[in-house]
């Protein structure tokens, strides 16, 4: 099995390549995807994956590249500010294999309201979620933005509320992993470790 966050300097955004079985996919993709690639080659997977947990403004997703590059399906949320070209639509509850790993959606709407976590089971281990590719709605020490949307700033906290509440019943054993780590303008109170 492979589990490899890949982080982008300056930006402080956290990318994840995991795999098993032969496949794999990846979460939050930066614009330069050869290093996903051939990390992929190296450990004998091809990427069939990509999942973005939301809509970026900070950064440029490689997302349509990556699926050039290796002809995987990209995910996206539903109710983007727009029409994503490039992505398929992933709704809660949705499970996409990798190999023994089952990736369940979690539509977590407040940062973005297009904003998915990513649950990740091992088939060894059914009941329980490993960990959670939280995107920009929780960060370790600090929850996303919301003020995209100034004029909708009660309704988008109370959307990321309860998207949390939704990632915290994965249970403390849960691993958290973000889409940014510290020195990112993303939140203000990030911990130096970039996962939790």
Do not use: W
């Not at 966050?5 to 614009?31: E, F, N």
């Not at 939280?134 to 995209?148: C, E, P, Q, S, W």
Request: charged content about 25%; glycine content about 12%.
């Amino acid at each position: 099995m492979l589990f490899e966050k890949i982080k982008t300097a300056g930006l402080s955004h956290l990318s994840y390549l995991i795999g098993a079985g032969g496949m794999a996919a990846v979460i939050d993709p930066r614009r330069d995807c050869d290093i996903y690639v051939e990390r992929a080659r190296n450990e004998g997977l091809r990427i069939t994956h990509i999942f973005e947990t939301h809509r970026n403004e900070d950064l440029v997703s490689g997302a349509p590249i990556l699926a050039k590059l290796t002809g995987a399906e990209v995910f996206h949320g539903p109710n983007a500010d727009g029409e994503v070209e490039y992505a398929k639509t992933t709704r809660d509850g949705d499970c996409h294999a990798i190999g023994q790993l089952e990736i369940r959606v979690l539509e977590t709407p407040g940062h973005t309201f297009d904003h998915l976590a990513y649950a990740i089971f091992d088939s060894e281990y059914p009941e329980t979620a490993v960990g959670v590719f939280t995107g920009d709605a929780l960060f370790v020490g600090d929850v996303g933005r919301t003020d995209f949307y100034p004029e909708r700033k009660r309704e988008v906290a109370g959307l990321l509320f309860d998207s949390l509440r939704k990632i915290c019943e994965l249970g403390d054993q849960a691993i958290i992993y973000p889409a940014h780590g510290a020195g990112s303008v993303c939140g203000s109170g990030m911990a130096d470790r970039e996962f939790s």
